[in-house]
């Protein structure tokens, strides 16, 4: 089945020590998005490729990077993570980004623990 | 901003209950509105989606409303079973110049008692 792949689905990182997780997608879409979403919190987005386009959002913090190696694969990379980071972590694609009748499909989440 | 409010934030009914969820948003200018499910730990499942020229969306058990000019759409569920448990979120996708992104509510969690 088509579908949006994260892993690992659980990472346990010390406080300052780099970390990356890894989002796919066989959806062949054009758009992949990055959520961070804390406890009985809305997600948030954090930033979203179109295509190779990279547009982050206006308060997403500069600890927080990302890549998009090819249309399959995305990485969110967070260079020091503190214990605010602490958070699920969630990867979405879409097909487009304007228009009315695109949904967001997205991967299990990534629960991120800050030691 | 958009802002998106979702009231209540949890509500626990007897298995057989209808119910309804309420989202409201404060900006009119949108494409559609989603709602999604989450179950504890898991990523998001796409419910329904309504688009701005749309006034529901009907799945299963599920049906959704929009009026889009008062902000405020309404997830009702029918015959609600304990495997309907989870959190429900409404999301609202901005037509606006730099806002074509999701913007979510918190979520009402809701528990179904059998």
């Known amino acids: 089945d088509a579908m949006v792949i994260q892993n690992p689905r659980y990472q346990v990182t010390q406080f300052g020590k780099p970390v990356t997780l890894s989002c796919s997608q066989t959806l062949n879409h054009n758009v992949m998005y990055w959520y961070q979403q804390k406890s009985s919190q809305a997600p948030k987005l954090l930033f979203h490729?179109?295509?190779?386009?990279?547009?982050n959002e206006a308060d997403t913090p500069d600890n927080f990077q990302s890549r998009r190696p090819n249309t399959s694969f995305c990485f969110l990379d967070i260079r020091s993570p503190g214990l605010g980071d602490a958070a699920m972590y969630l990867c979405a694609t879409s097909r487009d980004i304007m228009g009315g009748g695109d949904t967001q499909y997205f991967g299990p989440g990534t629960r991120l623990t800050v030691l | 901003k958009q802002e998106v409010t979702q009231i209540p934030a949890a509500l626990s009914v007897p298995e057989g209950e209808n119910l309804v969820l309420n989202c409201s948003f404060t900006?009119?200018?949108?494409?559609?509105l989603q709602w999604f499910r989450q179950d504890p730990g898991k990523g998001l499942t796409s419910l329904l989606l309504?688009?701005?020229?749309?006034r529901e969306q009907t799945s299963g058990r599920l049906n959704a409303s929009l009026d889009k000019s008062s902000g405020r759409s309404t997830l009702y569920i029918a015959a609600s079973q304990p495997g309907d448990s989870a959190t429900y979120l409404c999301a609202v996708k901005g037509s606006g110049a730099g806002s074509y992104q999701l913007t979510f509510g918190k979520g009402t969690k809701l528990s179904v008692i059998p």
């Open positions: 490729y179109y295509d190779k386009d990279f547009n």
């Open positions: 900006d009119s200018a949108i494409y559609n």
């Open positions: 309504i688009q701005s020229s749309q």
